[in-house]
């Protein structure tokens, strides 16, 4: 069974500040996906990274894929409070089931 | 364009009961997956449901069940539901069976499911 980690599980930042969350998967895949979430809302898609070496940003987002190291990250730049949001992260098998990481709860303070 | 609806929005139920939540995916989506997430363990996938089959089921007992219908619509249900049901089930749709299409998944608002 594919197994997605994130790390870390809880971050606290201040506005301002940059910070990186990191997304580990244990299976061979080509594609990896990041989405938010705010407190008792839906999934909201934020990037999809679709090869090794794909690097997708967004505002203060950025998102990077290696597929060799198995690792995908997000950095967070110059953090602003509506950052404030779990992430999550997610890996394909090869059956089409996909498999979340465990989130990221991302809180800024002003 | 109408994104994914799911009905009802929440709904407290009694231990023993069964449930039936709804979603309608986004226009011209014909894969719709279920999800249920908790605190406890997270998002895990449910069932896949492509064209009226399904395609992949995860790791739930028997009482979770569910279908799709000629207009992409699905259904999921749950049996003689128990304490641990409890949590925020999610459908997602996308235009090919599985994430894999490129585009990964659009997510429904989901359904808050409070067993008592």
């Known amino acids: 069974e594919l197994k997605v980690e994130q790390n870390p599980l809880f971050l606290s930042m201040q506005e301002g500040k940059n910070y990186t969350i990191y997304c580990n998967y244990s299976?061979?895949?080509?594609?990896l996906y990041w989405y938010r979430q705010d407190p008792g809302k839906s999934l909201e898609s934020l990037f999809v990274?679709?090869?090794?070496?794909a690097v997708k940003q967004e505002g203060r987002l950025m998102a990077s894929l290696d597929t060799k190291a198995r690792l995908s990250t997000l950095h967070i730049t110059a953090a602003v409070h509506d950052l404030s949001a779990t992430y999550f992260c997610a890996s394909p098998n090869t059956g089409n089931q996909f498999y979340f990481g465990t989130g990221t709860s991302l809180t800024v303070i002003p | 364009k109408a994104g994914v609806t799911q009905t009802p929005r929440y709904l407290i139920k009694t231990r023993g009961q069964q449930v039936t939540l709804s979603c309608s995916p986004i226009?011209?989506?014909?894969?719709v997956s279920w999800y249920q997430q908790t605190p406890g363990q997270g998002l895990q996938f449910l069932f896949e449901y492509f064209s009226e089959t399904q395609r992949n089921k995860g790791n739930f007992p028997g009482r979770f069940s569910g279908r799709q219908f000629s207009n992409s619509r699905s259904e999921m249900n749950v049996s003689t539901l128990e304490l641990g049901d409890s949590a925020l089930y999610l459908c997602?749709?996308?235009?090919?069976?599985?994430?894999?299409?490129?585009?990964?998944?659009?997510f429904g608002s989901g359904t808050r499911l409070t067993v008592v």
């Open positions: 226009s011209g989506h014909r894969s």
């Open positions: 997602a749709s996308s235009h090919s069976p599985g994430p894999r299409g490129g585009y990964g998944y659009t």
């Open positions: 990274l679709l090869s090794n070496g």
């Open positions: 299976t061979t895949s080509d594609r």
